[in-house]
């Protein structure tokens, strides 16, 4: 059987905008930056409209939240 060979000719174009793959940790969500006043229960109301859900959030941040009441201004959270 002869060998067969496959060239591909790939170009990246550069102007085009990059995915945020580390934004999201791979889990399709997207990121909120804590204002002040803000809850994890708030921002749950925000995005899934129920407070409830503010569980979601705060398992997908456990890499820099121990407790889902010390949230804190300028945090940037990811949202799943």
Do not use: C, H, W
Request: no cysteine; aromatic share 8%.
């Amino acid at each position: 059987m002869p060998t067969r060979i496959l060239v591909a000719d790939i170009t990246f174009d550069s102007s085009l905008p990059q995915p945020a793959a580390a934004a999201t940790k791979g889990n399709g969500g997207q990121r909120y930056t804590v204002k002040p006043g803000d809850s994890l229960s708030k921002i749950a109301q925000q995005f899934y409209g129920k407070a409830s859900e503010y569980n979601k959030i705060f398992e997908a941040n456990r890499d820099q939240l121990s407790d889902p009441n010390k949230i804190q201004p300028g945090q940037e959270l990811v949202i799943p």
